[in-house]
């Protein structure tokens, strides 16, 4: 009973870090038969998943953008509309800007993109983690609230 318990956890993390905004509308508005998450469950499940993704997926951008600076020198910075708009972005809102729309892109791009441009950053890793913990009780609080009024798929 606790294994297949602790077996539905590690799919729902599964689901988390892949498709984060939608897994707390799923878990509680659609749960499978015998299964009644509790809103705490939920931001527990929910945020430790996306801990879990966030954390993967920041180191594994951050590996793979200090391989590639060490390995692939240019002696001359070529910028280009991309790469403009990208700075441009990263001046304006920083790390706070991406923290207020990671739950709405996913855990993995969300992760990567902070790895890009915070990696040097001791801080983006935490803040990253606790963006997608607020974004957590949010949605599970919307789910939630849609669930007490009615409101299912």
């Known amino acids: 009973m606790m294994l297949e318990y602790f077996l539905k956890i590690v799919g729902w993390w ?12 799923g878990m509680i ?3 499978q038969v015998g299964e009644a998450w509790s809103l ?4 527990a499940v929910t945020s430790t998943g996306a801990a879990l993704g ?12 200090n391989w590639m600076s060490h390995h692939f020198k240019s002696s001359r910075k070529i910028f280009t509309k ?8 990263k001046w304006r809102y920083g790390i706070n800007g991406l923290m207020a729309i ?7 791009i969300a992760s990567v993109v902070a790895a890009k441009l915070y990696r040097h950053n001791p801080n983006a890793l935490p803040k990253m983690i606790i963006a997608f913990f607020l974004w957590s009780v ?16």
């Open 14 to 25: 599964l689901l988390t870090i892949v498709k984060f905004f939608f897994v707390p509308f």
């Open 29 to 31: 508005l659609k749960p």
């Open 40 to 43: 705490a469950e939920v931001i």
């Open 54 to 65: 966030v954390f993967v997926f920041f180191h594994f951008g951050e590996f793979i953008f």
């Open 82 to 89: 991309r790469n403009r708009w990208f700075i441009r972005l």
């Open 102 to 108: 990671a739950g709405l892109i996913s855990v993995p």
């Open 138 to 153: 949010v949605l599970s609080s919307l789910a939630f609230g849609m669930k007490k009024i009615g409101l299912t798929f």
